[in-house]
């Protein structure tokens, strides 16, 4: 195998090359295609020059290992972990399409807050996932999270590369990178995953120390610290408090919440940050309901327990007296209904005989206002209308025997029934539901009870009638709310229901029944509910079987695939019928594969040994038994690939002479750039990457040793100012990037000379 994989490359025998994404200290990184399923994902490659190391192919290993223990959406998807022909391993990604948080952010700048939140809030959920599974991710950054859309939803993340992981119960030996240094990125590391709190093992706050610097930069665009190389970072965290994300960047604005939320994300002290994922979760998402109660994580129902208190029920004394809430019985309900409709029924009786014996009165029929009073007095003797009637009727027949009382005492009565018609017009509506006009009329009457003298006669009583029916009047707007409520909860439930969001319609089911209890369509919602839980159930099976039979295919078991087929048939036979299609196609291609594979073996036998006439005989005798055009493409690239090999040597060998003169010279961008040429000239050479990879660990050195400068020139500063504090750090942050630092006892002894 050469150094980087040509585009057009098949390994092992389904996975087609199309471009190379990246390369890191562990392995190359490549978009394929499975020719099979037809389907983009991302293959991960063990480095040539790391695989007879077995620390790192226990790593790798190891990798693979914890993506198998993590299934979570906010987390990408490990599908298969093999070994190629020439011994190096491999591993296949799930493929997102779409972004990666840091180049998000050096494109367009800071995430708008709400963004940032809910993505925040996925980011957190999948490192919870990686928590809760015993490991910590220990390299989580910008360029690890990918956002990505789907079509109609919103923004989602999902986190990846976990080959950094580590169990909290790993091998500590696997811990250092060969030159010493710290696994992860300087830039988000927390303070104690540099070292620089010695004797404390790391854990899952590490992470989310690191996404607390992550979130920072989505909200800002900015780091939390100006800091010229990442080991002064590191310094400027040990020792200095975050820059405030309020005004870090004049064009955000920063809730200030949001900025206690980071702060403490990003204390230095553990047992300062959040104590876990989920705690984190929380509180980025009470900042996403303050800034909108219809944040994307919540539901936009009212909370159970929370809509207006009903009328008080009958109560009973409880334990040590303590009073509690009576059910009524279904006969004393019943009851109960009957005496509110007969009161009712009397408020409105009530309320025509004072209307009709006032314009008796007025029409002079005395005798026929005198039988309505007394009918009154008879069948309502405790009407609250009763007592003004009759002080009416008696200053009428006062005046119809040549005695009228007094002006002032006539218009009082009248006054006083004008009122006691206005709260019996009060009580008539509210009893009819009419909210509107039972409001009106409650007006005229404290319009009525205003115009009586504080002193004047039932003046108390007009008062405590009228505090009565506001009380009255207020019950049944409460009521009403109620029903209100009641009435949105089973529209949403029902809404829910329709759309099958199972979540949504259970949590608007739980609350109606929380508002009302016995409500008529409880049997059949509660009987809906039963129906959509068993398709979402169903559903599930069926999503999970057919992501084991397709995880299956692509490893080409087809036992497992079919059993996963019968699976996926009890719950969707749709869904069924269709993926049998694919495994039949699969297996017909597997098949076909088989029949192809001795040719292709002899081909590969060949091409080794440079027998090339007998190789292109083989790849004709192929091409008659109707191979893939892209296997025969290949085959027949690499014979030309082969045939100009010879050629190729000679002109390479002139490039070797010129890249370690350059070498010799201490030319170092000479040399990159002498095996840049040679990698244009010659792109199926494997020595252009071999000397690109000698010039990167020489310059890799070379920058070792600059930064050893700039950490002597720190710790030389700090001893010139006489500040031995400073100093001890500066000199903790150089034994990082030198841990065998020769001068470092003498800088030792210089500094503990320093006044303390």
Not at 155 to 170: Q, S, V, Y
Not at 340 to 352: L, M, P, Q, T
Request: glycine share 8%; proline share 4%; with cysteine.
């Amino acid at each position: 195998m050469t150094a980087q994989q040509q585009a057009g490359t098949v390994l092992d025998g389904k996975y087609e090359v199309l471009e190379r994404l990246g390369g890191g200290g562990m392995g190359e990184v490549y978009l394929v295609r499975h020719l099979h399923l037809d389907e983009k994902r991302v293959v991960k490659i063990l480095r040539a020059d790391r695989v007879s190391d077995p620390d790192a192919q226990k790593r790798f290993l190891r990798e693979a290992k914890f993506a198998t223990q993590i299934k979570h959406p906010n987390v990408a998807i490990l599908y298969d972990y093999s070994r190629l022909e020439d011994g190096s391993f491999y591993m296949v990604w799930e493929h997102i399409e779409g972004e990666d948080v840091g180049t998000r952010l050096r494109r367009d700048g800071p995430f708008p807050v709400k963004i940032a939140l809910e993505l925040a809030t996925q980011a957190l959920r999948g490192l919870n996932a990686i928590h809760a599974a015993g490991m910590i991710h220990r390299d989580v950054s910008p360029d690890n999270l990918m956002i990505f859309n789907r079509p109609q939803e919103r923004p989602r993340l999902k986190i990846i590369d976990l080959g950094l992981a580590k169990n909290l119960e790993a091998d500590p030996d696997l811990e250092l990178s060969q030159d010493g240094m710290f696994m992860g990125k300087l830039l988000y590391c927390a303070p104690e995953q540099a070292g620089l709190h010695k004797g404390e093992t790391l854990d899952h706050r590490t992470d989310l120390y690191s996404f607390g610097l992550v979130l920072y930069e989505m909200v800002s665009g900015l780091p939390p610290w100006e800091a010229g190389t990442p080991q002064g970072a590191i310094f400027k965290r040990l020792s200095e408090d975050p820059l405030p994300l309020a005004g870090r960047n004049p064009e955000v604005e920063v809730p200030p919440q949001l900025e206690r939320v980071v702060r403490r994300a990003l204390a230095r002290e553990r047992e300062d940050r959040f104590p876990d994922a989920v705690a984190f979760i929380e509180a980025v998402q009470a900042v996403a309901r303050q800034l909108d109660k219809s944040a994307t994580q919540e539901v936009p129902v009212p909370r159970p327990g929370a809509a207006a208190a009903p009328a008080a029920p009958e109560r009973t004394a409880g334990p040590a007296g303590a009073a509690t809430a009576r059910e009524l019985s279904r006969a004393e309900k019943e009851d109960l209904l009957a005496r509110i409709e007969r009161a009712a029924r009397r408020v409105r009786e009530g309320s025509k005989t004072v209307g009709r014996v006032e314009a008796l009165l007025a029409g002079g029929n005395l005798d026929e206002a005198r039988e309505a009073v007394r009918r009154l007095e008879a069948e309502e003797p405790r009407a609250r209308s009763l007592p003004a009637l009759q002080e009416l009727l008696a200053a009428a027949e006062a005046r119809a025997a040549g005695a009228p009382p007094s002006r002032e005492g006539v218009e009082d009565a009248r006054r006083r029934a004008e009122a006691e018609a206005a709260f019996e017009h009060v009580r008539r509506a509210a009893a009819e539901g009419g909210l509107d006009e039972a409001r009106a009329a409650l007006q005229h009457a404290r319009e009525l009870v205003a115009r009586q003298p504080p002193g004047g006669r039932g003046a108390a009583e007009e008062r405590a009638a009228l505090g009565e029916l506001e009380r009255r009047l207020a019950a049944v707007e409460q009521t009403a709310e109620r029903q209100a409520r009641v009435d949105e909860a089973a529209a949403m439930f029902e809404r829910y229901l329709e759309r099958k969001q199972l979540s949504l319609a259970r949590l608007a089911f739980e609350t109606l029944i929380d508002l009302a209890p016995t409500h008529r369509k409880r049997t059949d919602f509660e009987s809906w509910l039963g129906v959509l839980e068993e398709e979402v159930e169903l559903e599930r099976r069926a999503d999970e079987a057919l992501a084991a039979g397709r995880a299956a295919l692509a490893r080409e078991d087809f036992r497992t695939a079919r059993r996963q087929l019968a699976q996926l048939g009890k719950a969707d036979e749709a869904r069924a019928r269709s993926f049998e299609e694919e495994l039949q196609a699969v297996e017909r291609e597997a098949e076909k594969s088989a029949d192809f594979e001795e040719h292709r073996e002899r081909i590969e036998r060949l091409l080794r040994e440079r027998r090339l006439a007998e190789a292109q005989q083989e790849l004709d005798g192929l091409a008659e038994l109707g191979a893939a055009n892209v296997t025969l493409e290949i085959y027949r690239s690499r014979l030309d690939e082969a045939r100009t090999s010879a050629r190729d040597e000679a002109q390479a060998e002139a490039f070797l002479e010129a890249y370690r003169g350059r070498i010799e010279a201490g030319d170092l961008a000479g040399a990159r750039a002498v095996a840049g040429e040679l990698q244009r000239t010659a792109p199926g050479d494997s020595r252009p990457a071999e000397l690109l990879t000698e010039v990167g660990r020489l310059e890799g050195e070379a920058d070792r040793r600059r930064s050893i400068e700039q950490g002597e020139a720190q710790v030389e500063r700090s001893i010139a100012a006489g500040d031995a504090a400073q100093a001890r750090l500066a000199l903790k942050v150089l034994l990082q990037v030198a841990p065998e630092y020769k001068k470092r006892k003498q800088i030792e002894k210089r500094i503990g000379k320093l006044k303390r």
